[in-house]
């Protein structure tokens, strides 16, 4: 091969490799960032909760690969669609994060589809077999700021046709109500539990 065919050969290597890696790129940030908006490290679960509040009129966040919201976010994702995709205590143990939230090791995100056919997406503890001490919000004294005020829904934990109790308020958090903010496809809820302690976040289908 003379002088002047390597060189050619060379420079068609290169554009070769520039194009795959721009069109990967490409592909990377369009996996998110093309239907989604303000997707970006999380820095907070409130930040988090402000990013899924983004996204309630579309379906992004169950269209974009579990990888690239992982990616994005810097926690874990668990998609339960994908058979061949372990659970978040596993990939705590496995798997190391390109990118990392300080909450990758609090939080993680679960993603399931319902018997009912419905997609669901829930934020979670990510300590397996073991309660919160205390919320998955910084602060229960009062509503995120990012988001506007949830709208509420009474939602007591009955026995016997009658309420259990009386549950317990933290913050501006009661045990027995649920808090929701309501877009065009989605709903995403913030779940009080009975000891009034916001203990996770869902987002389904309206």
């Known amino acids: 091969m003379t002088k002047y065919s390597m060189k050619i050969y060379s420079l068609f290597v290169v554009f070769l490799f520039a194009t795959h890696a721009a069109d990967a790129k490409g592909r990377s940030a369009a996996a998110v960032s093309h239907s989604c908006k303000n997707i970006a490290l999380v820095s907070s679960t409130e930040h988090l909760l402000y990013q899924l509040y ?12 579990p990888d690239a919201l992982e990616n994005a976010w810097g926690i874990y994702v668990t998609d339960l669609r994908d058979e061949k995709r372990s659970s978040f205590w596993d990939r705590v143990q496995s798997h190391k994060l390109p990118r990392y939230s300080k909450l990758s090791k609090n939080i993680g995100v679960l993603i399931k ?11 979670n503890p990510i300590a397996q077999g073991e309660i919160l001490p205390g919320s998955i919000l910084s602060t229960q004294d009062k509503f ?21 109790l009386k549950p317990r308020t933290v913050g501006v958090y009661r045990g027995d109500y649920s808090y929701y903010w309501k877009g065009k496809k989605l709903t995403l809820l913030m779940k009080s539990a009975f000891f009034g302690y916001v203990d996770r976040f869902e987002v389904f289908f309206n």
Do not use: H, Q
């Open 54 to 65: 983004s996204n309630l009129d579309s379906a992004c966040l169950f269209e974009s690969p």
């Open 113 to 123: 589809k319902l018997e009912n056919g419905k997609l669901w997406l829930t934020v």
């Open 144 to 164: 995120p700021d990012l988001l506007p005020p949830p709208e509420r829904e009474y939602n007591p934990v009955m026995i016997v046709g009658k309420p259990w």
